[in-house]
């Protein structure tokens, strides 16, 4: 029987998905690449889950492609990038953007090529103070896939998003939660019990609005100030007719906690 390439378990709303080739860094093969395909098919047609924790097995997040199953042919043919990208990578990286639940990544090690950009394609990213992200493209002569030619600039700024992808060089964790590349760098032996935590506290909270929230967010660069005032009164509108709005404001008033309609009740699945 084929070892597992992605790893997928349920418990308190949180669907925890794990990257499973620790031995090569958990790089990315084709095999892998449909495995988390049918792994976020399930989740986003999951209605106990309510929001989604991605990590990588091992020593390290994610090398990345693994360029053994993305060589040129023994005849010189060179593989079709393009097409790859077309059928894997960028269909990942929307479908992580635009997943209606909250993503948190914890990086474990290193993230480099496509794994950099893989995890910051998530909502939350939080990292060990060991880990290291890698724009490691122009090594082998190819330029930031998996939306690292947008997000970048976007959140870095152009200087430091050229010296990253030009050079290559390693991005500490801490460095990039200063840079305000991801959430936060913690220690490492407190990564998976800070990132659960967070992805449970997530699940806990009222679906709707965080996925409103979500995507009011993603969607902001292509839109003027005036078309988000309209998105946001659009949103408001509709979210103030939710039970969870009630509730949330019947909380505020008792002085207690809110339970948010469809909130996990904290048992296994």
């Known amino acids: 029987m084929a070892e597992e390439t992605i790893l997928l378990s349920r418990k308190a709303g949180v669907a925890m998905v794990t990257l499973n080739r620790p031995d090569r860094l958990n790089s990315f093969t084709t095999a892998m690449h449909v495995e988390l395909a049918d792994a976020l098919d399930r989740i986003a047609d999951d209605a106990s889950v309510r929001a989604v924790l991605l990590t990588g097995a091992g020593r390290g997040f994610c090398a990345g492609q693994d360029l053994a199953d993305r060589k040129p042919a023994a005849d010189g043919t060179p593989p079709n990038l393009g097409e790859s990208i077309d059928r894997y990578y960028a269909p990942l990286v929307r479908r992580l953007a635009t997943l209606p639940k909250p993503v948190v990544c914890a990086v474990n090690g290193v993230a480099a090529g496509a794994g950099a950009n893989i995890a910051l394609a998530c909502d939350i990213v939080i990292a060990a103070r060991s880990a290291r992200f890698i724009q490691s493209f122009a090594k082998v002569g190819l330029i930031p896939d998996s939306g690292g030619s947008w997000i970048l600039p976007r959140v870095v700024g152009q200087a430091r998003a050229l010296g990253l992808a030009l050079t290559g060089d390693d991005l500490p964790a801490e460095t990039a939660a200063q840079w305000g590349l991801i959430w936060a760098a913690v220690d490492d032996a407190a990564l998976i019990e800070t990132a659960t935590s967070l992805a449970r506290r997530l699940a806990a909270g009222p679906a709707q609005g965080l996925a ?43 002085r207690r906690s809110p339970v948010f309609a469809g909130a996990p009740d904290g048992g296994s699945g």
């Not at 929230?213 to 939710?242: C, F, H, N, P, Y």
């Open 212 to 254: 409103e929230t979500k995507r009011l967010i993603r969607s902001v660069w292509s839109k003027t100030l005036s078309e988000q005032l309209d998105a946001e009164r659009d949103a408001m509108a509709a979210l103030g007719r939710s039970d969870d709005y009630r509730e949330g404001v019947a909380a505020f008033i008792a």
